[in-house]
């Protein structure tokens, strides 16, 4: 059965591009992204590892540690990171999981056989600091990922776990947000000063609360 919203990231050790991790020790007391790319020295992966290595400043802004896996070798990462560095201007700066025999692949159903072979397809789990799996998301391997968007709601996640708002259509870091519509209107007063704008009476927007 596939993993959901809520469940406990299934635990693993496996050798990475930084040596052998036991995955729960590995995260600590941070977040982490576990993304999935299909093959080493494929073109859309290279983008994929290149723009999350630049991204890394911003993941660790958020507490977030980022991790990859294919069903590509240890070794196989090692010879592939160069080319990595030299086509996106930007060395891999996280560890990358050599999962041959598809130990971990298979734990997080990474596996899709209607994708032709056993590559993975381009799967990313958001786990948070209790190892709960917050975010899940899956594209072919044709379709590169925007990892823009994955920063994007590890802001929303973070913001309404401390905050009973939840965030609007496209909404960015510093937008308005949405009061939750199970709050009384005392509870409201309480939590938002500063007021807010009623739309509908389910339909309540406020300043982002944590600026
Ligand atoms: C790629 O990363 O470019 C890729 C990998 C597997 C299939 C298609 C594209």
Request: hydrophobic letters at 35%.
């Given at each position: 059965m596939s993993l959901r919203l809520g469940d406990t990231a299934p635990d693993f050790s496996a050798e990475t591009t930084e040596g052998k991790i036991n995955f729960h020790e590995w995260i600590g007391d941070s977040w982490a992204v576990l993304f999935s790319h299909p093959a080493d020295f494929t073109p859309v992966c290279t983008t994929e590892l290149g723009e999350t290595a630049r991204l890394k400043s911003e993941f660790d802004k958020r507490d977030c540690k980022v991790i990859a896996i294919s069903v590509d070798s240890v070794t196989d990462h090692q010879a592939w990171v160069g080319d990595i560095e030299e086509t996106?201007?930007?060395?891999?700066?996280f560890p990358i999981i050599g999962d041959t025999d598809h130990k971990v692949s298979q734990l997080y159903d990474m596996l899709h056989p209607g994708e032709g072979d056993a590559s993975t397809v381009r799967s990313v789990f958001l786990i948070d600091p209790k190892k709960k799996i917050r975010m899940t998301l899956t594209y072919p391997k044709s379709a590169g990922r925007n990892f823009d968007e994955i920063l994007r709601v590890i802001d929303s996640i973070q913001l309404t776990d401390g905050y009973k708002v939840a965030t609007p259509v496209n909404w960015k870091n510093g937008d308005d947000v949405i009061i939750v519509p199970t709050l009384s209107d005392e509870e409201a007063e309480q939590q938002f000063p500063q007021g807010w704008k009623t739309l509908k009476p389910y339909l309540l927007v406020t300043r982002q609360p944590n600026l």
């Open positions: 996106q201007g930007c060395a891999v700066n």
